[in-house]
């Protein structure tokens, strides 16, 4: 693990790790390679280094399938008189035929989710920059205004597990960040 600790953000504070963790993570990720709590357990480094290694296919998974994308943006409930759907139209329980996603917005989504990672990965290393602190924040600002209109307005989203993870981890990297503007930015 020592070999790795030349390639971690040198900042004091655990914001630089937090944006380097999230830069490379997202609900697709935790879907797809669960973090079990050995992980977790291990070092702060050993953990960040498994999490990069898992985030390298998460930005790509979205150019080989539309699962995950279809399971986040799974479009309006059902009416209530409407028949439940077939056992053959269920992927691992999600009824996906209802979700507006497809094949182009599914990789839509992974270069939106490649640039924000590019973005906070940048931010993590330079914390101390104005510029790249105040981009990393427009990133969780703009997945929170993107998800909750997805869910609120446009009606694509509901709540759940998949859409629990952009909107907590867009919250709480926002207020996070601002809270911390002082502490980083002089």
């Given at each position: 693990m020592d070999n790795l600790k030349?390639?971690?953000?040198?900042?004091?504070?655990?914001l630089p790790y937090w944006l380097l963790i999230v830069c490379i993570?997202?609900?697709?990720?935790?879907?797809?390679?669960?973090?079990?709590?050995?992980?977790?357990a291990r070092t702060a480094a050993d953990s960040e280094f498994k999490?990069?290694?898992?985030s390298i296919g998460n930005s790509f998974q979205a150019y080989t399938t539309t699962y995950y994308s279809k399971r986040?943006?799974?479009?309006?409930?059902?009416?209530?008189?409407a028949p439940p759907p077939k056992p053959s139209q269920l992927t691992r329980g999600f009824d996906l035929t209802r979700s507006p996603a497809n094949e182009l917005s599914a990789r839509t989504f992974g270069t939106w989710t490649f640039l924000t990672s590019v973005v906070r990965l940048y931010a993590a290393y330079n914390i101390n920059n104005p510029v790249a602190y105040q981009l990393a924040i427009w990133t969780y600002?703009?997945?929170?205004?993107?998800?909750?209109?997805?869910?609120?307005?446009?009606?694509?989203?509901?709540?759940?597990?998949?859409?629990?993870g952009p909107a907590i981890v867009s919250t709480s990297?926002?207020?996070?960040?601002f809270m911390q503007w002082g502490h980083y930015v002089k």
């Open positions: 030349p390639y971690l953000p040198k900042h004091p504070g655990i993570c997202s609900p697709a990720t935790s879907a797809r390679f669960p973090i079990h709590s050995k992980v977790i999490l990069s290694v898992v986040i943006y799974c479009g309006p409930p059902a009416a209530p008189n600002a703009v997945a929170f205004m993107h998800f909750m209109s997805e869910w609120f307005y446009f009606g694509t989203t509901r709540w759940g597990a998949p859409l629990a990297g926002l207020v996070w960040m």
